[in-house]
């Protein structure tokens, strides 16, 4: 399962209202891809569709759809918005992952 804080679900309600997305309907696309300084590096966009293979979870009022093989690099990850000094931006606080990057956005397990 993946968690959504407070914070995150505020911002990611308001950009998919901004990107011509409906929260009710639509999705966050959550995934993992080869790259970044760690090995792994984190995806996330919006998506009107849902195939076979992903798995669906909701979470304060969210819903979120990974696919079938990210989802091994995702289980217990809880998407955080940050908007501090250093910049804002989505972090992801995955206890699956051994290292990360200074910036955030790569993982390697």
């Known amino acids: 399962m993946i968690k959504v804080s407070e914070t995150a679900k505020g911002k990611v309600l308001e950009l998919m209202k901004d990107d011509g997305f409906d929260p009710n309907n639509d ?3 959550v995934g993992v891809k080869s790259g970044g300084c ?13 195939v ?5 979870f909701e979470d304060n ?3 979120i759809i990974v ?7 995702l ?3 809880t998407l955080e918005y940050s908007g501090g000094l250093n910049g804002s931006g989505f972090v992801f606080e995955n206890p699956n992952a051994n290292r990360t990057c200074g910036c ?6």
């Open 75 to 77: 289980i217990g990850t």
């Open 52 to 56: 076979e293979s992903d798995k669906l």
């Open 27 to 29: 999705y966050v696309r």
């Open 61 to 63: 009022g969210v819903k």
């Open 104 to 109: 955030g956005e790569s993982f390697s397990l």
């Open 38 to 50: 760690s090995g792994l590096s984190y995806e996330l966009k919006f998506d009107k569709a849902q």
């Open 67 to 73: 696919d079938a093989k990210s989802f091994l690099y």
